[in-house]
């Protein structure tokens, strides 16, 4: 099945190769086994990135003193060996926290210097955020190198409406409701270009071969996060899927170069 045009070049590279999927590395791969307990820092993207992954998935905050961070979490308690609102913590407070005991918490700027060929899905996980990725976007001039997705609408909202359309988005859990309740609305509405999507919720299966089929006429993608089983993998892909987030960045590559599908490197 062939991805269909979005007009988005961080999407429409498959094209260039028909069949192929987008592999992101999760938090640059946060449960293979190699960099276990390194998620969303340095190592664990340049690790991805030695695979041959070139679109990375990472989600952002922003501190006290608005910059940046490439971090799942508002507090550093979980990951790190300190604790804090980031929120609430400059730049040089959280440098001094260790994820994994070992590896400081990037930067987004950090990351972009450090992988300049490749794109990022970011996750906008807090307010504070929303312009502060708009403004870092349009400085580095950097509207191909970025898909950008959120569970809050009213993030993604702002974020569309400050880079007037030119960078990607992925639906907000509304809108992909309304298109499981109401098929007819696929295509019709939303300035989204991708659904990002669990397999299932609950006892209840999202990514149908119907459902990959609406998105694909509304001309829009259909991405599936976090995906570590191979089984699963592969049947998501035998559905049509255009993308597949995972944690086990081995595992998933294995998977696409079985069926001839990955478009990585290496």
């Known amino acids: ?27 640059g791969g946060a449960y ?10 340095l190592a664990a993207f340049r690790h991805a990135v030695e695979l041959g992954y070139d679109y990375l998935e990472t989600d952002v905050h922003v501190t006290r003193d608005g910059v940046l961070l490439a971090f799942h979490d508002s507090v550093l308690d979980r990951v790190t060996d300190r604790a804090g609102e980031i929120a609430r913590l400059s730049h040089a407070e959280v440098r001094g926290a260790l994820v994994g005991g070992r590896e400081a918490v990037p930067s987004l700027a950090e ?3 450090a992988f300049p ?3 990022f899905n970011i996750d906008l996980k807090s307010d504070g955020a929303v312009r ?25 909202r702002r974020f569309r409406a400050h880079t007037s359309g030119r960078v990607p988005t992925s639906a907000a859990p509304y809108e992909v409701a309304l298109c499981r309740l109401l098929p007819a609305w696929f295509g019709r509405f939303g300035r989204f270009q991708a659904y990002q999507v669990p397999h299932r919720r609950g006892r209840v299966r999202v990514v149908t071969p119907g459902f990959v089929r609406r998105a694909h006429a509304a001309g ?5 996060w976090t995906i570590d089983d191979p089984a699963e993998m ?18 998933l590559k294995d998977v696409l170069v079985e069926r001839g599908q990955w478009r990585g490197g290496r």
């Open 117 to 119: 060929d490749a794109r």
């Open 234 to 251: 592969r049947e998501l892909l035998e559905r049509g899927v255009d993308g597949l987030f995972t944690d086990r960045t081995d595992l």
């Open 1 to 27: 099945m062939t991805s269909p045009r979005t007009g988005f070049p961080f999407l429409d590279t498959l094209l260039d190769r028909p069949g192929s999927v987008l592999a992101y590395a999760h938090r």
């Open 111 to 113: 990351l972009f210097d």
């Open 132 to 156: 502060a990725l708009a403004d870092f976007v349009a400085a580095r001039q950097a509207w191909d190198r970025v898909l950008v997705g959120s569970f809050s609408a009213r993030r993604l």
């Open 220 to 224: 829009r993608h259909v991405h599936v």
């Open 32 to 41: 293979h086994p190699e960099i276990e307990g390194l998620e969303n820092t």
